[in-house]
């Protein structure tokens, strides 16, 4: 299922450059791994990108993001067994879960969650808000 990227309104995200955080966006649909990559590099983030779960994996190892972005709807490897990896093994990394599914996520386990479709404005206030835990 593809789907429709919201709109990118400037009058809600404006650049702000000097933030330090990495951000990896994990989103296996390439448009909006673009969309959430551009939203959150024009709220003053660097981002970094994988496709699916395993890609996911390594660059966590590799960059050591300040915190993920993260579909629960992942190829080879899903988003659930990826958050559950961070949370046993990388307790300190805060995850904001983006799914389009209607199925209940435990907050316990992901207390950041937004529902697809996501606008620019509220992926850059739930990473904020996940950062500032």
């Known amino acids: 299922m593809k789907a429709e990227i919201p709109p990118l309104y400037i009058r809600i ?9 990495t951000i990896l966006v994990v989103e296996d649909d390439p448009l909006l791994r673009s969309f959430y ?19 996911a994996l390594r660059h966590i190892d590799g960059y050591q993001p300040s915190a993920v ?3 629960l709807g992942l190829p080879l490897l899903s988003g659930r067994d990826v958050g559950r990896e961070l949370h046993e093994n990388l307790q300190g ?3 904001v879960v983006v799914t389009g599914s209607d199925a209940p996520v435990d907050e316990r386990e992901f207390p950041c969650v937004l529902r697809k479709p996501v606008t620019a404005e509220a992926l850059i206030e739930a990473v904020e808000r996940c950062l500032d835990r």
Do not use: H
Not at 14 to 21: D, H, N, T
Not at 37 to 55: F, R
């Open 13 to 21: 995200v404006v650049f702000q450059p000097g933030r330090k955080a």
């Open 37 to 55: 990559k551009s939203a959150l590099m024009l709220g003053g983030y660097s981002v970094i990108t994988a496709n699916d779960g395993i890609e």
């Open 69 to 71: 972005v993260l579909d």
């Open 93 to 95: 990394i805060p995850v």
